[in-house]
């Protein structure tokens, strides 16, 4: 295994130093995040996803143990803006992560402060836009863009620093149905196009259900870790950290205790529909 | 209620004033600041205003905006005009009622302030009208980066004035959502006098603020995120070029500054 972020028995606390209980957001954190996976990271709200997420680029700096990028230490000052080019950040609210008033010149941003020269900037504003998808609009105020849009763009304001990882926290919790979809298949579009690492903070089951490996944080902890079939469907652990299973998985076992064998849980509406499909056919020729 | 506001807003086109380079466009304004307060005769205002129709002309900005920008502003214009007339001691007395006098002089007086403003409200809102405020912002950097050298934050400043410009959208749309938020539970914004009016928009206020301040940190967050340390070792994707047309315009209107001068010299 080659993991590009590690960290080890991460603790970290918002209380400061001095306080003299600290209440722990992160309390013994272990995980390594293979180069090229999709990771979703689930959570209840306080559950410490969104911090374990900023400790990923040195946002924040582990109160103890340590993070680990590529295996430079995320709390060496002289490396902290390598480590965050290479380790891109997309957050919740996309008007808040919107820069410039042109949708290019903020794509430019990220380049422009590392220092990258304009011919270079240009091409990579070009290329970031187009793999967005957001041509088009590039010479647009943001404030003009849907939800969607405007999390495209700052997808394709990380791309244009030419990163190996992308941690998005939380990208689609603002955003309608629509520009939910658009957001995550521009995600996995550009993992297959870049081999990019993603990590998607999410507290939407069908979102992490796209994932090739699920951890579910409680109290500061992991508590579940595994492929998305392993973890989504263990409808008891889900529960007991208080999130609910997929509603196709919820579905499924319903019909199951109503008798009808729909055979192994399906995690996707998709994969839901061919089940049952599949078990009123045999139904059919039993009778 | 919000949607009106059009002082300093930037409308796109493709003029010969939209396309002259911001940096001169600047420079432009300030000579004409200086030839609105260097005029004096007639014949001097009148150049101004000749100088002034032609760039509203050119830059095809509809002249109903340019009222309304005025509009604004007319209380300000009147209070002035009626101070002017009142209270400017004159030789030759028109009219005399009590303590107050209007004399030919304070009538003329009055007429050149009033024209001033107004020359100096459509001539600055020109600037703005035709120059997107991003390039307003650079080329206030570009132009004030000399005092880099004594240690004057320009690039933050400019920094600043861009994000300020970027989230003003924003902030609108907040303040309309905030204002429907309460009008729906209740609150007015519209009736009664002044000091109640104003009391109103404490519950207005006080959530904008909070929002904007959140929105401040978090936009840090997401500009440290993207590698932000400030001005030194940033490259820039916009590039400021000067065309022969800036330095023409910059000619022209330095003639005109001239004239404006030798007019008030001659007193013509």
Same mark, same amino acid.
């Given at each position: ?15 400061? @130093? ?6 722990? =957001? ?12 999709f990771?979703a ?12 997420a900023?400790? *990923?680029?040195?946002? *924040? ?6 993070? /680990?990028?590529?295996?430079? @230490? ?13 380790v891109g950040m997309v957050f919740q609210n996309p008007d808040n992560q919107i820069i410039a008033s042109l949708v290019e010149e903020d794509v430019a941003f990220g380049p422009e ?8 900037i240009v091409r990579r504003v070009d290329e970031a836009l187009a793999s967005v998808g957001m041509t088009e609009l590039r010479s647009h105020a943001p404030h003009l863009l849907s939800g969607g849009q405007k999390q495209r763009v700052a997808i394709a304001g990380v791309l244009a620093m030419r990163p190996?990882c992308v941690v998005l926290d939380e990208p689609t919790a603002m955003l309608d149905p629509s520009g939910r979809e658009d957001v995550l298949d521009t995600v996995e579009r550009l993992r297959a196009e870049y081999g990019l690492t993603v990590v998607l903070i999410t507290?939407h089951?069908s979102e992490?259900?796209r994932a ?9 902890? =992991? ?28 579905? +499924? ?6 008798? +009808? ?27 | ?5 059009? &002082?300093?807003?930037?409308? $796109? ?28 005769? $007639? ?27 005025? #509009? ?13 007339? *009142? ?16 004399? #030919? ?23 703005? /009208? ?12 570009? &132009? *004030? ?21 970027r989230?003003?959208p924003t ?35 006080? $959530?904008?603020?909070?929002? +904007? ?5 978090e936009l +840090?967050t997401a500009m440290?995120s993207r590698? /932000? ?8 994707y ?11 315009? &910059? ?18």
């Open positions: 295994m080659d993991p590009i972020l590690e960290t080890k028995e991460l603790t970290y606390s918002y209380d400061g @130093d001095d306080a003299a209980e600290k209440r722990l =957001v992160l309390n013994g954190i272990d995980l390594a995040v293979e180069r090229g996976s990771v990271v689930l959570g209840h709200n306080g559950s410490g996803k969104s911090t374990l900023r400790h *990923f680029n040195g946002l *924040f700096l582990p109160l103890g143990g340590a993070v /680990y990028v590529d295996g430079i @230490d995320t709390a060496a000052e002289e490396t902290i803006y390598e480590l965050r080019r290479r402060n590392l220092g990258v020269p304009r011919e270079e190996e507290h089951m992490a259900a090739d490996r699920v951890v579910v944080l409680s109290e500061g902890r =992991v508590c579940l870790d595994g492929t998305p079939r392993e973890v989504l469907t263990d409808v008891d652990a889900l529960r007991a950290v208080g999130l609910d299973a997929p509603s196709p998985v919820l579905l +499924a076992l319903a019909l199951r205790r109503r008798g +009808a064998d729909v055979g192994e849980l399906p995690l996707t509406e998709e994969e839901c529909a061919d089940r049952i499909a599949r078990w009123l056919e045999t139904e059919k020729e039993r009778v | 209620m919000l949607k009106n506001i059009t &002082l300093g807003q930037y409308f $796109p086109g493709n003029s010969l004033i939209h396309r002259i380079d911001a940096r001169f466009k600047l420079i432009l304004t300030a000579l004409f600041i200086a030839m609105v307060f260097c005029a004096k005769t $007639p014949a001097g205002y009148g150049l101004i205003a000749a100088f002034l129709i032609f760039v509203v002309a050119d830059s095809r900005i509809p002249p109903r905006l340019i009222l309304k920008s005025l #509009r604004s502003i007319l209380i300000f214009i009147v209070f002035t005009a009626v101070l002017n007339v *009142f209270f400017t001691k004159g030789e030759t007395v028109l009219f005399s009622w009590r303590f107050l006098t209007v004399s #030919r002089e304070g009538i003329v007086f009055a007429v050149s302030m009033v024209l001033r403003i107004v020359f100096l409200i459509v001539g600055t809102s020109m600037l703005t /009208y035709t120059t997107s405020p991003i390039l307003l912002t650079d080329a206030i950097e570009a &132009l *004030f980066s000399p005092l880099k050298k004594l240690r004057f934050p320009v690039h933050e400043l400019a920094m600043m004035m861009s994000i300020a410009l989230f003003i902030l609108i749309e907040e303040t309309d959502k905030i204002m429907s938020a309460q009008k729906s539970r209740g609150a007015d914004f519209e009736s009664g006098n002044l000091f109640r009016r104003v009391k109103s928009f404490i519950p207005l206020l006080i $959530p904008l603020f909070v929002s +904007a301040f959140r929105r401040a940190d +840090a440290e590698c /932000y340390r400030g001005g030194d070792g940033r490259t820039r916009r590039v400021m070029r000067s065309a022969a047309r800036d330095w023409v315009a &910059l000619g022209a209107a330095a003639a005109l500054t001239a004239g404006v001068v030798v007019l008030r010299i001659f007193g013509l």
